[in-house]
């Protein structure tokens, strides 16, 4: 059967655990790659920037670096790989692009970014990062920032809902074909998202409630 996996963090553990070999094909330190989804039979991958907070990269033992440069460089590692492989995989940039690539026989590539703490309260930033290809936008990590506020055991801040500008970002992002993505997101910002979407809105990696105990997941 066909399916299509929304979240995956192979392109920030290249950069953390393998930056001499950042070959997606077969790789030994992600948990997915080209040749484990073409066994699979999948129709598509979404493949995630996750803006890890700073200390995460004393802790690979590897050197800081602007958020920035960071997602200029594991968005060239899809990119690179992708085109490398080009007889297995394609980037998709709609679901047009979804379909034609199925129709050719190869998986699709999506690229989306985790915490929206780069957009920093800029639109200007939402539509430079869907022009560089970003088709998916997860709101918050576990962090506060321009767009709100993340999951809590707290629940005085779970109510709290989005910025003002997190409220005018969502709109923007669905104007331009960006996924608003509430994975992470405060109940209050889920609620806000509803109320302020007018096409689909997804959580790309989240469970229910009722199978999964945790304040990340959805009631």
Not at 68 to 96: C, F, G, S
Not at 137 to 162: Q, R, Y
Not at 197 to 204: G, L, Q, S
Request: contains cysteine.
């Amino acid at each position: 059967m066909k399916f299509i996996d929304m979240h995956c963090d192979s392109l920030m553990m290249l950069l953390f655990r393998d930056k001499e070999n950042t070959d997606l094909y077969d790789s030994k330190v992600t948990s997915v790659d080209f040749k484990r989804m073409k066994e699979g039979d999948q129709l598509a991958q979404f493949f995630a920037v996750f803006l890890p907070p700073h200390e995460a990269y004393k802790m690979f033992g590897a050197e800081d670096m602007p958020d920035e440069e960071y997602i200029a460089t594991l968005r060239k590692y899809l990119l690179d790989n992708v085109a490398k492989h080009e007889d297995i995989i394609k980037m998709a940039y709609n679901a047009d692009d979804i379909e034609r690539n199925l129709s050719q026989g190869l998986i699709s590539a999506v690229l989306t970014m985790e915490d929206g703490r780069a957009v920093d309260g800029k639109l200007e930033n939402v539509k430079r990062f869907y022009d560089m290809g970003f088709r998916a936008l997860s709101l918050t990590w576990n962090m506060h920032n321009c767009f709100g506020v993340p999951n809590s055991k707290d629940p005085a801040i779970m109510k709290e809902g989005l910025t003002p500008f997190g409220k005018e970002a969502v709109a923007y992002m669905q104007e331009l074909g960006m996924l608003v993505d509430v994975s992470h997101l405060s109940e209050g910002g889920f609620y806000d998202v509803a109320d302020i979407c007018k096409k689909p809105f997804v959580a790309t990696h989240s469970n229910s409630i009722a199978l999964s105990p945790h304040q990340r997941n959805l009631t």
